[in-house]
Every structure is written in structure tokens, then in C-alpha cells.
């Protein structure tokens, strides 16, 4: 018995090593095959484009992370390398570039890292395999509308978050925040999102635009007609709320809209929410996709 038990051990081992061998080696040529298909790309203008180097630093049965350097010529011609994040799941990949060399900006997180990073996340109690592999699907998800990669202990693309204090520092505070998978802004091209934030206190949007290489307020004060269409194709609003404070809070019928929301949560439904701004600065409408799936679960770790 113990030899059989051995063997099926050593199968297993095999088992799990070649998988985890198939997977980076998937990686690494899906990885090429991307910067080659960059150089033939029409609509890229930059066909100077190379992969200086690749580096594995993680690799697991269904998740590899790549490290990349990517070089390019900027327009005055000079030589500019872009470290990158290349995250494969076996049957889907995207690639990650953080801003700058801040670990806390990137997917993968040494162990040493991580227990440090992991304190007050959703994935504190994870191991450090489920974590990372959090972390990468959340980021996928994000990037994908259908959301197809299952998140662990299903919490959907809900973040947990704390306040800071005056010197930036974390607080017991807690909040729960999740991203818009898709926006748009009528008629123009345009990298938008929407975030809900959900704390113990109420619930509250906020709607950003990039500008150059940072998000900002699309609008910081007024007030605007929200409007936000369930799976079902039933349309609630126009509701007005207030910016304040670069959040967006009802402003009028708050006791309406804030059930109306709860109760959307509830239910963990496909929303889309319209904007309409209308002032000195800006007069556009905007839409944004959101999946609510996980509330339920997610919401237990405001009460810890």
C-alpha cells in the first residue's frame, strides 16, 4: 500500500510540474507572438518595438506572470524601455503595465511583500497562490466584459479599501469600492470610468475622466441627472445628485435612491449608469457598465 501510495504521489508531483512547464512555456511564446503582432499592427506608428528581456516570477498550474522590458523610440527618437507585467491564464492573457516601479501597482508581490500588503484586503486570509491569483483575475475582469475568470470566495471585482488620514496613512476605516468594466463618452473617444464606493454611512459614486496620464473629476460641483438601467431593461432616474468633494451623493429623494441601489445590490445585477453633465466646463453623457456580483458576500468584511 505505502508503494502505491508513494507512486501516486510522485505522479502527482509530475503531474503538477508539467502543467506548471506547459504554462510558462505557453506564456513566454503568447508573449513574443504579442510584440510581433505590435510591429505588423497599421494603426501602431512606433513599428520599432522589441522585447529586450523576459523574466518568470511566478508560475503556478493555471496562473504565470512574466516580467517584461519593452523597448520602443519615443517621437524624438530616443530609446525608451517600458517594464511591463505579462499575466497568462492558459486560455487568456493580458498584459500590465504599472505606473512606475511601485510594488504595490503590480499583480505579482514576492511573499515578503505580501504579508505585509495583505493586511485589511479582501485576501488577507487567502494563501499566497489564491492571492496572487485574486489579484491577477480582478485585473482581468476589469479589462473584459463578460468577467469570465471566477474570483475566490466569490466577492466579483468588489475591492475592500481604508480611508486615509491626514498624513496618508491607512485607517480602521473601511469601505468597499468597485470599478465601471466599461465607459463611454458620447461621441468621443474618451478613457472614462465610474467607481461606487459603499461604506457603513451610504453609498456614493464617483465619475473620472484620464486627462494626460491621471484620472480626474469629470465633474466637482453641481449637480447632475444620473440614470441607471438594470439587466432587465428597467430605467431608474433621472436621479439628480450632487458632487462634493469629487463624490456624487443624492441630492434630492435620497431615501429612494439609496434603497433602489440597495436593492440592486442585493440582487448583484448587470447595471448601466448614465451621466449627463451639463456646465461651464463640460456638456456631455457618458455611460458605464458595472457588475455588482459578490455584494453579498463582500459586504461581511465591512463588519470586521
Same mark, same amino acid.
Given at each position: ?19 506548471? %512547464? =506547459? ?8 508573449? &513574443? ?7 505588423? *499592427? ?15 516570477? %511566478? ?22 524601455? =517600458? ?17 512606475? *516601479? ?5 499583480? $505579482? ?8 500588503? &495583505? ?13 496572487? $491569483? /485574486?489579484?491577477?483575475?480582478?485585473? $482581468?475582469?476589469?479589462?473584459?466584459? *463578460? ?19 491626514? $498624513? ?46 491621471? /484620472?480626474?473629476?469629470?465633474?466637482? /460641483? ?39 441601489? =440597495? ?42
Amino acid at each position: 500500500m505505502s508503494r502505491v501510495c508513494l507512486l501516486l504521489f510522485v505522479l502527482f508531483v509530475f503531474s503538477s510540474c508539467t502543467k506548471k %512547464y =506547459q504554462l510558462l512555456s505557453k506564456a513566454k511564446s503568447d508573449a &513574443k507572438e504579442m510584440i510581433e503582432k505590435k510591429k505588423m *499592427d497599421p494603426d501602431n506608428f512606433n513599428r520599432d518595438i522589441r522585447l529586450e528581456d523576459m523574466t518568470p516570477v %511566478y508560475c503556478s498550474d493555471s496562473l504565470c506572470i512574466l516580467y517584461l522590458d519593452i523597448k520602443h523610440k519615443n517621437a524624438l527618437g530616443i530609446d525608451i524601455t =517600458q517594464k511591463a507585467e505579462f499575466v497568462h491564464f492558459g486560455d487568456g492573457w493580458f498584459l500590465h503595465a504599472p505606473d512606475g *516601479d511601485k510594488d504595490e501597482t503590480t499583480i $505579482y508581490l514576492p511573499e515578503e511583500l505580501f504579508d505585509k500588503e &495583505k493586511k485589511g484586503k479582501i485576501y488577507e486570509n487567502f494563501s499566497y497562490d489564491d492571492a496572487i $491569483y /485574486y489579484r491577477a483575475a480582478l485585473s $482581468y475582469n476589469k479589462m473584459t466584459e *463578460d468577467g469570465r475568470l471566477e474570483i475566490p470566495l466569490r466577492t466579483g471585482l468588489w475591492e475592500l479599501r481604508s480611508y486615509k488620514n491626514d $498624513y496618508n496613512e491607512d485607517t480602521n476605516s473601511k469601505y468597499l469600492l468597485l470599478c465601471s468594466y466599461d465607459g463611454v463618452e458620447k461621441n468621443k473617444e474618451s478613457d472614462v470610468k465610474a467607481e461606487l464606493i459603499v461604506d457603513k454611512d451610504g453609498i456614493c459614486f464617483r465619475f473620472l475622466k484620464k486627462l494626460l496620464s491621471d /484620472y480626474s473629476p469629470i465633474a466637482d /460641483y453641481g449637480e447632475h441627472a444620473v440614470s441607471i438601467e438594470n439587466s432587465n431593461g428597467e430605467t431608474y432616474g433621472p436621479w439628480y445628485f450632487r458632487a462634493t468633494d469629487n463624490n456624487f451623493e443624492p441630492s434630492k429623494n435620497k431615501k429612494v435612491i439609496i434603497e433602489s441601489l =440597495q436593492e440592486m445590490l442585493r440582487k448583484g445585477d448587470n447595471i448601466t449608469i448614465m451621466l449627463r453633465v451639463d456646465n461651464f466646463w463640460i456638456k456631455s453623457n457618458f455611460r458605464f457598465k458595472m457588475n455588482l456580483t459578490g455584494y453579498e458576500e463582500v459586504k461581511k468584511y465591512l463588519e470586521v
